[in-house]
């Protein structure tokens, strides 16, 4: 059987360009990226005292787009036999077969030159930093730290956490402690966001052999690193104020932010439910967005003011 083709009551037919373009858009994880975008956006405009320049904005956001969809392609192909085994992911293209494995990685192939080559119009810096992220996430983290220790998040959540970094370079051409800050920030929220769906999903990591922390070493250590981590990220989430890098709205705006992330973490760890850890799964995605929000609202009333 092809691997383009699906049953039908006759037998196979060929899926239509748009069902072929969904799977290929689906390889991208476009609601992964479009995070990604928001972070590195903000990394951009908090480079500069007022309005970042056009041409480093769009150049800056295709170009890092462009590369983290490369590594979730990538991420599909490497992970295909395991995406295969999982509830979560078996409905995947390549681990349904409606994408063959070659294409898929033309397509991963042609979306990394083309971002390197986009960031290469801004600076060499950028370029090379956001191709190391892609490195870490699509080979490091999927090949060898996924599937080697239950750390596996903690270590390879550096390469997830550089887009705001990436972003501040695009406009600048040069590392900035402030925007190490906001790679601090996105890494110390990872585990805790990710922990929380690994807990939801314990059974299917199990069943495919990868050796998150809910399978190797319990749901209730899980729970404990978790709330340990939701205060550290509260502690981290103080540096950009302490530091001067924002003001007063980002204090108020995160503490409330953080607050509630250990209220989630809390309730996990001492007075879980049915569907909880997934409930503190989804409020992290829109803490991190709101967070990032905050930082650039602050950014941007401190401009107006001065």
Known sequence: MAKS??????????????????????????????????????????????IPPLKAVVFGLVGIGLQSAAAAAFNHVLDR?????????????LAKGRVETHKAVIFACVLMVAGFVVLWQL???TAWLTFASLIGYALVYTVWLKHATPQNIVIGGLAGAAPPLLGWTAVTGELHSHALLLVMLVFTWTPPHFWALAIHRRDD???????????????????????????????????????????????????????????????????????????TFKYSIWHL???????????????LLV
């Open 5 to 50: 083709q699906v049953v039908a009551k006759g037998g196979y037919k060929p899926l239509s360009s748009a069902k072929v373009w969904q799977d290929y858009l689906t390889m991208t994880k476009p609601k992964v990226v479009a995070m990604l975008l928001l972070t590195a956006l903000v990394g951009m405009c908090l480079a500069v005292p007022g």
């Open 205 to 279: 990591y199990a069943k495919a052999g990868i050796p998150m922390l809910p399978v190797t070493h319990g749901i209730g250590y899980t729970k404990t690193m978790v709330l340990l981590y939701t205060l550290m990220l509260a502690l981290v989430g103080l540096l950009p104020w302490l530091t001067g890098m924002s003001g007063g709205l980002y204090l108020a705006g995160s503490s409330v932010l953080n607050l509630g992330f250990i209220g989630y973490a809390l309730k996990l760890k001492f007075a879980d439910e049915p569907g909880h850890a997934w409930a």
């Open 123 to 125: 600076n060499a810096l």
């Open 81 to 93: 036999r395991f995406d295969a085994k999982m509830a979560r992911t078996y409905h995947r293209p």
């Open 289 to 303: 967005l709101a967070l990032f929000v905050v930082l650039l609202a602050d950014h941007w009333l401190v401009a």
